[in-house]
């Protein structure tokens, strides 16, 4: 499965999570943080700059210093991942307000589907004055059944940053399968990992560098999304302040109290929990743990402050359920962005030369075809040609057994040349082996051994294994010491071994 680059995006902060599902288990493979750079120029230089020339208005400076910026911004993100194969990756972007909108629809829900959708985008215009298009809007329903839309409305900041990284890089474009929104995720993951009770109330405190989230649970449905918080660690003097936020939105949702706290984000300290036991001594308060993802590739100083990374899993996970059909999510892919990222992108100049390709094509596979048929023949007469060629090896094999074999009357020919001259005792011997082969055709001698003292050692085959027995009766002193089946040249011949002694032949030869 390709790795998935979950991007947050919140306000200046920028969180990434590179992670791949493993077993069924997230795995984190790195993790970075940066704040956005902006461009920086002062008002006066800023203004001095501007020429003005009829109705020509340039601002060639400040340009090239957002260029500047924009490329520090993509050297960054580089940097930080370095190792990890980018046009590999999938790009999910996680937003929050106000690159995103919510809107409580509570008209009719009787309408499903398209219906619905439209009923919603129209309800949108009348109370928003907002045109929006369906593929830019998703929905969920809520605890009470109500529906809370998501929209996007204009271009996304977030996924420009892709973009421009994509150029960067060299890259037409990083493929973004879809864009989600990072307070139903999040909702989602903790209901999943939580064991809550069907009529708990549970707050998700979602704590940012400048921001913070307030996102309310009923049961494991979500309950109500508050207002973004305009404070976070840099800004944020004391707790005291969450507490008259999250009354308010206790009274904006309906909840009269609360019996889960889950604390997320940059902040999940001791110091933090005990402020909100303090307030709510009745709720069980506690921080979001990542038991279900694997960490093993981070460092130490990384693990301790992964809570930051919690809407970059949540997203991750979000994902990877609705590929299993676990869950259905929100995808708020634009389609600007789906039609970039075609594989063919079409004028209607190049609708035009359809009807050619497709005759081309028509033209090459009638030429594949033809020269397959050829190629077919051909591989049947090379299959042919290496059967006869494997034949033809094995019958050379053989040849070669037998040549061995037949060599072995060389040695037997110098044993004659080194017998004494004039004993006679030779002659006599071959004499008799000759005429009993004579009468016996199916009967060879391929070796003759003198071994010590007189003793004689004959090898040879036979094609009929009874006149063996003959041969060793007819040799005096003689002894079959082996006969063993073997095959030469598709014929079943007996090779076999007589040892005998010749000095019952000396007086023969006197």
Same mark, same amino acid.
């Given at each position: 499965m390709r790795p998935l680059v979950c991007i947050y995006c919140e306000g200046n902060d920028t969180k990434i999570a590179v992670v791949v599902k493993e077993k069924e288990k997230i795995k984190v493979l790195k993790t970075t943080s940066f704040d956005i750079v902006q461009p920086q120029f002062d008002l006066e230089e800023g203004l001095s700059n501007l020429n003005i020339d009829g109705e020509d208005l340039e601002l060639d400076k400040v340009g090239q210093k957002d260029s500047a910026s924009n490329q520090s911004n993509q050297s960054i993100i580089l940097s930080s991942l370095k190792g990890i194969n980018l046009s590999n990756c999938l790009f999910l972007p996680a937003?929050? +307000?106000? *690159?995103i909108y919510y809107h409580i629809f509570e008209g009719s829900k009787e309408g499903k589907g398209s219906k619905l959708?439209? %009923?919603?985008?129209?309800?949108?215009?009348?109370? #928003?004055? !907002? #045109?929006?298009? #369906? +593929?830019?809007?998703?929905?969920?329903?809520? *605890?009470?059944?109500?529906? =809370? @839309?998501?929209?996007?409305?204009? +271009?996304?900041?977030?996924?420009?940053? !892709?973009? @421009?990284? $994509?150029?960067?890089?060299?890259?037409? &474009? &990083?493929k973004i399968p879809a864009v989600k929104s990072a307070e139903i995720s999040l909702a989602y993951y903790i209901a999943k990992r939580k064991k809550f009770f069907p009529d708990d109330n549970s707050l998700i405190v979602y704590i940012g560098k400048e921001y913070s989230k307030l996102i309310f649970l009923e049961g494991r449905k979500l309950k109500h999304i508050g207002s973004t918080l305009d404070i976070g660690t840099i800004n944020l003097h004391t707790y005291d302040v969450y507490f008259s936020k999250i009354l308010l939105e206790m009274e904006n949702g309906g909840i009269s109290s609360l019996d889960n706290i889950i604390v997320c984000g940059e902040d999940d300290s001791e110091n933090l929990i005990l402020s909100f036991y303090g307030t709510f001594p009745e709720a069980n308060v506690s921080k979001l743990e990542f038991d279900d993802v694997d960490l093993s590739d981070l460092d130490d100083s990384t693990k301790e402050i992964f809570s930051s990374? @919690? !809407?970059?899993? *949540? !997203? $991750?996970?979000? &994902?990877?359920?609705?590929?299993?059909?676990?869950?259905?999510?929100?995808?708020? =892919?634009?389609?600007?962005?789906? %039609?970039?990222q075609r594989f063919f992108q079409f004028a209607w100049h190049g609708y035009a030369m359809l009807p050619f390709l497709f005759l081309a094509s028509l033209l090459i596979t009638y030429w594949a075809l033809k020269n397959q048929k050829e190629i077919n023949f051909l591989d049947t007469q090379i299959t042919g040609k290496t059967v006869l060629q494997r034949q033809h090896q094995k019958i050379l094999s053989r040849i070669s057994d037998i040549q061995?074999?037949? @060599?072995?009357?060389? /040695?037997? /020919? #110098?044993i004659l040349d080194s017998a004494s001259s004039g004993s006679g005792v030779w002659s006599i011997v071959m004499s008799k082996i000759s005429g009993f082969i004579n009468s016996n055709p199916n009967l060879w001698i391929t070796k003759l051994d003198k071994e010590e003292g007189d003793q004689v050692v004959l090898e040879g085959y036979s094609l009929n294994k009874n006149v063996l027995t003959d041969f060793a009766y007819f040799l005096e002193n003689a002894q079959l010491k082996s006969v063993h089946f073997e095959a030469i040249l598709e014929k079943s011949t007996y090779r076999f071994s007589i040892a005998f002694n010749i000095s019952g032949y000396y007086k023969e030869a006197q």
């Open positions: 937003l929050t +307000e106000p *690159a959708t439209q %009923e919603i985008i129209q309800d949108i215009q009348e109370t #928003k004055n !907002v #045109k929006i298009r #369906k +593929e830019n809007l998703g929905y969920t329903e809520l *605890a009470d059944k109500s529906i =809370l @839309s998501v929209f996007l409305s204009g +271009e996304v900041q977030c996924i420009k940053m !892709v973009n @421009s990284l $994509a150029r960067f890089n060299g890259k037409r &474009y &990083y990374y @919690s !809407v970059p899993i *949540a !997203v $991750a996970n979000d &994902y990877y359920d609705g590929l299993e059909n676990l869950h259905i999510g929100i995808n708020l =892919l634009p389609k600007y962005v789906k %039609e970039d061995n074999k037949i @060599s072995g009357f060389d /040695q037997t /020919q #110098k």
